[in-house]
């Protein structure tokens, strides 16, 4: 009986994990490319409430996921324009700014959706999943590791990409630079602003397929502030993973199982308060900050606009 | 090191002084619009153009927020909304004239919300009514200031980014609110999660002849007592040139750790005022979930007020007007109410804009204060390490 109990809760346990972490995942990786290039993303939640929105929206017309995904992708960016115009290009306050996209996303989605769909929350169905043959029949962790929906994978191989541009390529020697003495990347004749323009334009397009997993695979429809502070987790881990893509994974999933940890314990036959389980993730964040609190790193040159010659 | 951003000396200092007086005076009245007029303006413009894109009428929106914030007794109610604004709005003004970001305003609150509707039933019907009261309203303040004790120590002694730590600490407040509601102050008569109703008469009185409840007094004395502090005392200085230069502060001999600190629980105070004022005056229950969300609102103006307390009044009031003619105008015009938040960000961005556009032709001082953009690195360590290299 017991053993029963624990597989399920295990299975639970993991794909709930997975589901939760990898939207946190994509927003977390997004976070850590363009703080590496010296942009702060408060406006991270907001990003992500308009990638979920277009990514429905994309998904409900279009009538397959990938549309939704694509369409997540460019509302993401499209929110990000705001941070790459106004803090990038004209060196305006990164948290103001951050704030402002926050709030106008949360504003505007719910607006929309409001207009939209009045009260009625439509559903999509379950996503197409590829399974991997053989490894996706290890018990346990098999169904809910290798038998997921084709955006998952990519998210891990897009962890992988860019572990291996900041390490090896030109364009990660770029983007740190920008992050780390943007003055030295000037002397060396790379434009600051567009290296930096470049990743939270990235960030933008990963924070809205984040936001766009919420809503097509993990919820299956969209509710206004379904993020419920998922942007901000988002920039916590990518601070504790100190710039380190494979930390942002593991990073992603720890929060995605104490995500998670509710349903699991439900489906294990123990009845623990909501409230409780969703505090969980934010206790584990303090209590991280607090042992690690002299070790969570950020580039010197973060949330600091570029201007040529200052001192 | 970039760190400080060369400022425009105080206004009017940068006008010869041949050209006169009406010429400064004039040019002040034109600095002081177009800094703080315009953003509003240019917003609510902005704001038209989306009503327009959605299919709505902006001018029956707006004329609806006159209508539903002002006309027919309803500036009374707006008033009253200002009262939690207000006490929230001064409560940021301390933290951010020291640099410091408290963005964990919405726990701070709804946990004092949470335990003034959970202890104002008992208390109200044991004490005289005006002891009761105020005792609620320290107990609000202090939950408030409890809450801000983990981010404030966290920023003092490790200098951990307050940003991230007091938004944590927000949700984990609006958990902990929740858990109260319904749990131990449950009202037991009912089935939805909220507290036991305060009666009419054991809350707020009201000012004679109006509607509008003694916490709209309570809001105002405190703007006038922080204004006070923040411009004719050693410690409102104090937080002033650590909000400027965390190094100059360390060399004046500011024990940063402690004006930090004592910052915070300033601010989590108020914010936990803000609270008795809303529950004690206007709800007089509170129910789960339930989030106001007023902090979000009032960042711009705290902002647009240049972190001037007695600045921030009238702003404050204008919000309440539209905050309240907005409940009547987005339900009219089939909106969430959200829709003010749109609103509110747009007022945001405006404001940076027009911040830049003064800093490229100086338009006197900005908003913001020199060392505003440390704030996220650890203040004075990394300072004084780029010191002693």
Redesign the interface.
Do not use: H, Q
């Given at each position: 009986m017991s053993e029963v109990l624990t597989r399920t809760f295990m299975t639970a346990l993991v794909s709930g994990g997975i589901l939760a972490g990898v939207p946190l995942m994509f927003t977390a990786l997004g976070e850590t490319i363009s703080e590496r290039a010296g942009v702060?993303n408060?406006g991270l939640e907001g990003m992500m409430l308009v990638g979920a929105y277009v990514g429905f929206v994309g998904a409900y017309y279009g009538h397959t996921v990938y549309i939704g995904f694509l369409t997540g992708l460019l509302g993401g960016a499209i929110a990000s324009l705001?941070m790459v115009v106004?803090c990038v290009r004209?060196?305006?306050?990164q948290?103001?700014?951050g704030?402002?996209?926050t709030?106008?996303g949360?504003?505007?989605t719910?607006?929309l959706q409001?207009?939209q769909f009045g009260t009625t929350y439509p559903r999509l169905g379950a996503p197409p999943t590829v399974a991997i043959p053989l490894l996706s029949r290890i018990p346990v962790i098999g169904p809910s590791l290798f038998d997921q929906p084709l955006i998952v994978y990519l998210g891990f191989t897009l962890v992988g990409v860019v572990a291996w541009i900041f390490r090896r390529t030109n364009i990660g020697l770029n983007l740190r630079a920008a992050g780390e003495k943007p003055e030295a990347l000037d002397a060396a004749g790379v434009s600051v602003v567009a290296t930096r323009s470049w990743a939270a334009l990235v960030t933008g397009c990963c924070a809205g397929v984040g936001g766009a997993y919420l809503s097509i695979v993990g919820a299956g429809t969209f509710t206004?502030f379904m993020t419920q502070?998922q942007g901000?987790m988002a920039?916590?881990i990518a601070?504790l993973a100190r710039g380190k893509p494979l930390w942002v994974v593991f990073g992603s999933f720890l929060f995605g199982i104490c995500l998670s940890i509710a349903t699991a314990l439900q489906l294990a036959g123990i009845d623990v308060?909501v409230?409780?389980v969703?505090?969980l993730p934010?206790?584990a964040?303090?209590v991280a900050?607090?042992v690690f609190?002299?070790r969570?790193y950020?580039p010197?040159?973060?949330?600091?606009?570029y201007?040529r010659g200052?001192? | 090191?970039?760190d400080v951003?060369t400022e425009a000396p105080v206004p009017g200092a940068r006008i010869p002084a041949e050209r006169g007086t009406s010429t400064r005076l004039a040019a002040n009245v034109l600095d002081v619009f177009v800094r703080s007029i315009v953003p509003v303006l240019l917003a609510l413009v902005a704001g038209a153009i989306l009503l327009l894109a959605?299919g709505r009428n902006p001018l029956t929106f707006y004329g609806d927020i006159w209508k539903g914030g002002i006309e027919l007794g309803a500036w009374q109610d707006s008033l009253m909304r200002a009262a939690p604004l207000l006490l929230i709005a001064i409560g940021l003004t301390v933290v951010f004239r020291a640099n410091i970001?408290n963005?964990g305003y919405d726990g701070q609150f709804l946990l004092g919300a949470a335990l003034i509707s959970g202890l104002g039933p008992w208390i109200v019907t044991r004490e005289p009514l005006w002891f009761a009261l105020t005792v609620l309203f320290l107990v609000a303040g202090a939950a408030g200031a409890a809450w801000t004790i983990?981010p404030a120590a966290?920023k003092a002694y490790?200098g951990?980014?307050e940003?991230?730590?007091t938004?944590?600490?927000s949700?984990?407040g609006v958990?902990?609110a929740?858990?109260l509601i319904?749990g131990p102050f449950q009202d037991p008569t009912v089935n939805i999660p909220e507290t036991r109703v305060l009666p009419l008469d054991k809350m707020l009185p009201s000012i004679p002849g109006t509607r509008v409840h003694v916490g709209v007094l309570v809001a105002f004395a405190a703007v006038i007592v922080v204004h006070f502090v923040l411009t004719r005392t050693s410690f409102g200085l104090r937080l002033q040139v650590l909000g400027a230069n965390p190094r100059a502060a360390r060399h004046m001999g500011v024990k940063l750790p402690r004006v930090i600190v004592m910052s915070f629980l300033v601010s989590g105070f108020l914010i936990g005022m803000a609270a008795a004022a809303d529950i004690l005056g206007i709800w007089g229950y509170v129910r789960s979930n339930w989030n106001p969300a007023y902090g979000?609102t009032v960042?711009p103006f705290v902002?647009l007020a240049r972190l001037n307390v007695l600045a921030l009044v009238p702003y404050v009031l204008f919000y309440a007007v539209l905050s309240t003619g907005g409940d009547l105008a987005t339900e009219h015009a089939?909106?969430?109410t959200?829709?003010?938040?749109?609103?509110?960000?747009?007022i945001?961005?405006f404001?940076?804009?027009i911040?830049?556009f003064g800093r490229r032709r100086a338009l006197g001082t900005s908003y913001?204060t020199p060392g505003?953009?440390q704030?996220?690195?650890v203040p004075w360590r990394?300072t004084s390490k780029a010191a002693a290299e």
């Open positions: 702060l408060i705001f106004l004209l060196g305006l306050d948290i103001v700014i704030i402002a996209i709030l106008a949360e504003g505007i719910s607006v409001g207009a206004p502070g901000f920039i916590v601070m308060s409230d409780v969703n505090m934010f206790i964040i303090i900050l607090m609190a002299r969570s950020l010197p040159a973060l949330a600091l606009p201007v200052a001192r | 090191m970039t951003t959605l970001w963005l983990v966290l490790y951990t980014n940003i991230i730590t938004l944590m600490m949700f984990i958990g902990v929740n858990i319904k979000d960042i902002f089939n909106l969430t959200d829709f003010l938040l749109v609103l509110v960000a747009l945001l961005i404001m940076t804009l911040e830049y913001l505003l953009r704030s996220l690195r990394t």
